[in-house]
């Protein structure tokens, strides 16, 4: 049992790793003692937050805009000249969007696609090189897709795009893992339910919505960042080396409602 769930010396890229459930998993490498570079679109946010995190560690900041294909290109390229041989790719960054039903826009569904869909296929795709690199039949290398529990359920919030651009994501983890086995390299998501992020700072930041969420939730509580940091390690170690195509509800419960 020695080392199944050590990651230490790892490379981890974790996009929209400067906030929420990104720095939540970014922290958890970092102290683990993976070699991690966190990516966002401001360069100042993402800089600070980087050398931040390298009091206890190792961390280092690349911001890109993923929302385009040279967004993903070049930050797939700065990634790789350093670290040729990438261990783990977390695809986090994503948006939001909620509005009544006859008052949806239909350019919601653009920007949901075009930011929580499209680049993590661009992305994988374009760190393919790095990842191969690192994989082994032993100790694959790793991608791990950030969905949500929005993706698996009909949620309780009028956010039509969001979920089905999470669906989407999901789907996307399936077809990536079945794709990607050849190469050594595993293919997972986790599915969130409420944690403490600006994604859901709306509701969470107001005490009375943040007790009825809570009530919601089986397990009776919002998620902690070890709670997301743990499910991260786990399918980036030796005791996630057998799985992949899985989509892991981390949500207290939520899912089985």
């Avoid at 050398?51 to 294909?69: Q, V, Y």
């Avoid at 859901?200 to 009530?215: G, T």
């Amino acid at each position: 049992m020695a080392g199944l769930f050590a990651v230490e010396g790892k490379s981890v890229l974790v996009t929209g790793g400067s906030r929420g459930i990104g720095l939540m998993i970014a922290r958890g490498f970092v102290e683990a003692g993976a070699r991690v570079v966190i990516s966002s679109r401001k360069a100042d946010v993402c800089a600070e937050v980087a050398a931040r995190l390298s009091r206890t560690g190792t961390c280092e900041a690349i911001p890109a805009d993923l929302s385009t294909p040279e967004g993903a290109v070049g930050l797939a390229e700065a990634v790789a000249r350093r670290h040729p041989a990438l261990h783990v790719l977390v695809n986090n960054a994503g948006a939001t969007w909620g509005a009544p039903l006859e008052e949806f826009p239909d350019s919601a569904f653009d920007k949901m696609w075009a930011t929580n869909v499209k680049p993590v296929f661009r992305l994988t795709v374009a760190l393919l090189p790095a990842l191969r690199a690192a994989a082994t039949e032993d100790d694959p290398a790793r991608v791990i897709n950030i969905g949500s529990v929005d993706g698996t359920r009909v949620p309780s919030i009028e956010n039509y795009a969001y979920a089905a651009s999470k669906a989407a994501v999901h789907m996307l983890t399936r077809n990536l893992a079945h794709q990607l086995t050849g190469d050594h390299i595993t293919v997972n998501a986790i599915a969130p339910g409420p944690f403490d992020s600006k994604m859901m700072a709306f509701a969470l930041d107001n005490p009375a919505l943040r007790a009825e969420i809570a009530r919601e939730v089986p397990l009776g509580r919002i998620g902690r960042p070890d709670d997301m940091a743990g499910a991260a390690i786990y399918l980036a170690s030796r005791a996630g080396s057998y799985l992949t195509g899985a989509v892991i509800p981390v949500d207290g419960g939520l899912s089985t409602r």
